[in-house]
C-alpha cells in the first residue's frame, strides 16, 4: 500500500487534489512530530498559548505553526504529547466532572488511563502547516471536515486496504491530539473521532464536522483512489437521484 515517498511537489498538488475532488472548506493538515535527534525545528511561526486544535485549525486556515512545551497550553495534549505530566484533577477525572462531561470522576480517570501517548521527552515540537503548502514531509495528515467529505477518504483508505474494515477509537475527548494525530501516527493507521468538547468551544468546528488523520505515507495510496471515487461514485451519490425518484413517487401517489 506504501511505496517511496514522492518529491514535495507531489505533496502539495495532492493536497490541492484532495481540497478540490471533495470540496474542502479549509485545507488538509500535514503534521510533523518532530523527536529528540531529529531534524532541526522549521521556520514557521511559534504558536503561545495555543490549544493544539487550535494550532490545528490556524494550519487548516493557512498558516505553518509550530507548537512546542512551553506554547502548548492544553495539558491532556501536553501530557499526550509526552511534554508534561497529566494534572492530578484529570487524572483522577474530577476535572471532567467540573466541566460537565462525565457524571462521576472514575468514568474520567478511566478515560485518561486509557489515553494513548507517547513517551515522555520524545517530542520536541509539534510542526502543522496546510499540505498544500508544504515543505516538509509529514508524519501525519489530518482532516477536519464534513462528515461526508471524510466518508470519502475512509472509503479510499478501504480501497487501498484491500477492503480491510476501519475501526475508530475514541473517548469522545481529545480529538484533535489523540484520536487523530497520535493513534495514526503510534497504530499506522487510519482514525477517526465525532470531536469533543474541547475542539467544539475552542476551535471553529461546525456541528457538522468531525476529524480524522492518517499516516502520510498512506497518502498516495488515498489519493489515487480519491481520484477514482471522484470519477463517478461521489459525483452520482451526491447528485441524490435515488433519493428524488423516490419523493416524486410519493408526490404522485398522494395526488
Known amino acids: 500500500m506504501t511505496s517511496a515517498r514522492p518529491q514535495l511537489s507531489w505533496l502539495r498538488t495532492a493536497g490541492k487534489q484532495m481540497a478540490e475532488m471533495l470540496g474542502f472548506r479549509g485545507a488538509a493538515v500535514g503534521v510533523r512530530i518532530m523527536q529528540t535527534g ?17 494550532a490545528l485549525m490556524q494550519a487548516r486556515r493557512g498558516q505553518s505553526v509550530t507548537l512546542d512545551s512551553e506554547g502548548l497550553s492544553c495539558p491532556a495534549a501536553a501530557a499526550a504529547f509526552g511534554f508534561s505530566p497529566l494534572p492530578e484533577g484529570l487524572r483522577n477525572g474530577r476535572g471532567l466532572v467540573g466541566f460537565g462531561i462525565t457524571v462521576e470522576g472514575t468514568v474520567g480517570a478511566a478515560m ?31 482532516v477536519e471536515e464534513e462528515v461526508e467529505k471524510l466518508m470519502w477518504i475512509g472509503l479510499a483508505y478501504l480501497n487501498a486496504s484491500g477492503g480491510e474494515r476501519l475501526s475508530g477509537s475514541t473517548a469522545v475527548l481529545q480529538a484533535a491530539c489523540v484520536d487523530s494525530t497520535i493513534i495514526p501516527f503510534l497504530e499506522n493507521r487510519v482514525n477517526y473521532g465525532y470531536g469533543c468538547y474541547g475542539c467544539r468551544e475552542a476551535t471553529d468546528i461546525t456541528s457538522g464536522e468531525a476529524i480524522l488523520g492518517f499516516p502520510a505515507a498512506l497518502l498516495p495510496a488515498v489519493v489515487a483512489n480519491l481520484e477514482y471515487l471522484a470519477s463517478k461514485a461521489v459525483p452520482k451519490s451526491r447528485a441524490k437521484k435515488a433519493w428524488q425518484a423516490l419523493e416524486e413517487k410519493s408526490v404522485r401517489r398522494s395526488a
Open 112 to 142: 485518561f488511563a486509557r489515553m494513548p501517548r507517547l513517551d515522555p521527552g520524545r517530542v520536541v515540537m509539534l510542526h502543522l502547516f496546510p499540505l498544500d503548502r508544504a515543505e516538509a514531509w509529514p508524519d501525519v495528515v489530518v
Open 38 to 54: 531529529g531534524p532541526r525545528p522549521p521556520r514557521s511561526v511559534r504558536l503561545p498559548h495555543h490549544r493544539y486544535c487550535q
